[in-house]
């Protein structure tokens, strides 16, 4: 797996402080899809957990996950097997399982996050921002389904937006809540 690379920051970003290295790994997949329109998605998604794992409200130590790049048909079938839903969906997250347990190398395993390429794209055309920073938003919010957080509630949406904000902020991009407003 390869491992997320350190940014260093000037302490004025709460996501730019300096962690230690390899706090998350990801390990990037090509499922399916045409990914294409987006040549730098292995590297976008290890900017955006990069981004993520240097946040200090996020305490997870030691972590790994990983992210599948897939086809809106691939997504929609895990969405209808496991969400019984049957429509394509930009990202799904799954959360590792209880008895996951740790990795060989004593990482805590956090799971799966699911994107659909025809659908990020689509999604990034019909809003008129670039492809790489909503794709990075999905990853981010992918993972932070992974950690814990749920946007199911108003309280906890608040939460998870804002975490999003704040670590999407540390990558350059716009607040995407502020451009849905």
Same mark, same amino acid.
């Given at each position: $797996?390869?491992? +997320?690379?350190?940014?260093?920051?000037? @302490?004025?970003?709460?996501?730019?402080?300096?962690?230690?290295?390899?706090?998350?790994?990801?390990? +990037?997949?090509?499922?399916?899809?045409?990914?294409?329109?987006?040549?730098?998605?292995?590297?976008?998604?290890?900017?955006?957990?990069?981004?993520?794992?240097?946040?200090?409200?996020?305490?997870?130590?030691?972590?790994?996950?990983?992210?599948?790049?897939?086809?809106?048909?691939?997504?929609? *079938?895990?969405? *209808?097997?496991? *969400?019984?839903?049957?429509?394509?969906?930009?990202?799904?997250?799954?959360?590792?399982?209880?008895?996951?347990?740790?990795?060989? &190398?004593?990482?805590? $395993?956090?799971?799966?996050?699911?994107?659909?390429?025809?659908?990020? *794209?689509?999604?990034?055309?019909?809003? @008129?921002?670039?492809?790489?920073?909503?794709?990075?938003?999905?990853?981010?919010? @992918?993972?932070?389904?992974? +950690?814990?957080?749920?946007?199911?509630? &108003?309280?906890?949406?608040?939460?998870?937006?804002?975490?999003?904000?704040?670590?999407?902020?540390?990558?350059?991009?716009?607040?995407?809540?502020?451009?849905?407003?």
């Amino acid at each position: $797996m390869p491992a +997320i690379s350190e940014a260093a920051g000037d @302490g004025s970003d709460p996501c730019a402080a300096a962690e230690p290295p390899e706090r998350l790994l990801l390990e +990037i997949v090509h499922e399916s899809g045409d990914w294409g329109w987006l040549a730098e998605a292995e590297a976008a998604a290890m900017e955006a957990a990069a981004a993520l794992a240097r946040h200090p409200a996020l305490t997870f130590t030691a972590a790994s996950a990983c992210v599948a790049l897939s086809s809106a048909d691939a997504v929609r *079938r895990l969405n *209808r097997d496991y *969400r019984q839903k049957d429509t394509a969906t930009n990202v799904l997250s799954f959360p590792a399982t209880d008895t996951a347990g740790r990795l060989e &190398d004593g990482r805590e $395993m956090l799971g799966d996050v699911v994107l659909a390429a025809e659908v990020v *794209r689509a999604e990034a055309d019909d809003a @008129g921002i670039a492809p790489k920073h909503h794709f990075q938003h999905l990853v981010v919010h @992918g993972l932070l389904h992974l +950690i814990g957080y749920d946007h199911e509630q &108003d309280d906890e949406a608040a939460v998870m937006e804002g975490l999003e904000v704040e670590i999407l902020h540390a990558l350059g991009i716009a607040d995407p809540y502020a451009q849905a407003a």
